[in-house]
């Protein structure tokens, strides 16, 4: 097959969701719906945190971080997603896609050094209790979500980089419903060694050192919490570490599915329905995992709704009584 050079390429196509046009729109409702979910459950997260005093500890300066990611990670693929299924198309221009394939990347690292960040603060919380806050003071807490998002961004920009100087062929249908760089790489017609090589290199350094810091972390949590003596303190210490255990499992689970999928799995359709679990499901059950599981953040999220309800009641009866009026 002829290849051409990529300045020629207009767009890709993406894997369709469905072949049954009648589920197009019960499809485009149900990821509209998950979308709001997640926008506005994670919102909901970095409003009680930065509206409840008693949150302003780093653990919740983590969380609202992790939930702004958790926006933008599904603001990158399911808008994209909504538009062709409304308009039953399923291209993408060639800048877009590389736009979405970089910011998939971007927020996917993101993700994991602000998991393996809130590990570590469980950790000092939970094993060295007494320097706590001396340990994890704001200056230190800022320099981990700076280097946190900063580390993201070099790695994104590479991989997208890279991707400028490879040439595509005639036939340009990514597998998946969305652009990733692994994918993006496979219908490349030019040599993509030191494209995989770089990719993979990063993919250990990037995604293994922060999974093993989260094991480690957690391997000691676990240990110091078993020497307590006291029931109740185990009990705490374990319900403290309940929501970002959760969040791990979840999230690296679900992607490691997702790549193990894709190279043991003939069927890109069942490899693509891996990868939304990691990039759609996971930022929607994030707010609940910590909702649910988080007394403070309960109590928090109570007032913000509260207060908002009487916010809003006064104005929407202002609104009907000045309708009833002018009628």
Wanted: aromatic fraction near 12%.
């Amino acid at each position: 097959m002829k290849s051409r050079n990529q300045t020629s390429v207009s767009e890709f196509l993406l894997l369709a969701l469905t072949e049954d046009l009648e589920m197009l729109p019960t499809l485009f409702s149900l990821f509209q719906s998950i979308y709001l979910v997640t926008v506005l459950g994670n919102l909901l997260i970095i409003l009680a945190v930065s509206a409840d005093p008693h949150l302003h500890t780093p653990m919740y300066f983590f969380l609202a971080n992790l939930s702004f990611t958790d926006i933008c990670f599904s603001t990158t693929t399911i808008p994209k997603m909504l538009v062709n299924l409304q308009a039953q198309n399923q291209s993408i221009t060639f800048a877009g896609c590389l736009a979405q394939a970089c910011c998939v990347l971007f927020f996917a690292t993101g993700e994991s050094n602000l998991l393996s960040i809130m590990a570590y603060d469980r950790y000092v919380a939970i094993c060295h209790p007494l320097r706590y806050t001396t340990i994890m003071n704001p200056h230190l807490c800022c320099l981990l979500v700076l280097f946190s998002w900063l580390n993201s961004l070099a790695n994104a920009l590479l991989h997208s980089l890279m991707l400028l100087h490879l040439s595509f062929c005639t036939n340009l249908e990514i597998p998946y419903f969305f652009c990733e760089v692994v994918q993006v790489i496979k219908v490349a017609c030019s040599d993509t060694l030191i494209n995989n090589i770089v990719l993979y290199t990063a993919v250990s350094i990037l995604g293994a050192v922060p999974f093993c810091g989260i094991l480690f972390s957690y391997t000691k949590i676990v240990s110091s919490v078993l020497k307590m003596p006291s029931a109740g303190g185990k009990y705490k210490a374990f319900s403290t570490c309940g929501s970002p255990l959760s969040v791990v499992s979840l999230f690296y689970g679900t992607g490691f599915g997702a790549y193990i999928s894709s190279t043991f799995t003939c069927s890109s359709r069942e490899t693509a329905v891996a990868s939304i679990m990691y990039t759609i499901v996971t930022p929607m059950m994030n707010p609940f995992i910590y909702s649910l599981r988080n007394r403070d953040m309960k109590r928090a999220l109570k007032n913000i709704l509260r207060h908002t309800c009487f916010a809003v009641i006064p104005l929407l009866a202002h609104i009907w009584i000045s309708r009833l009026l002018q009628s």
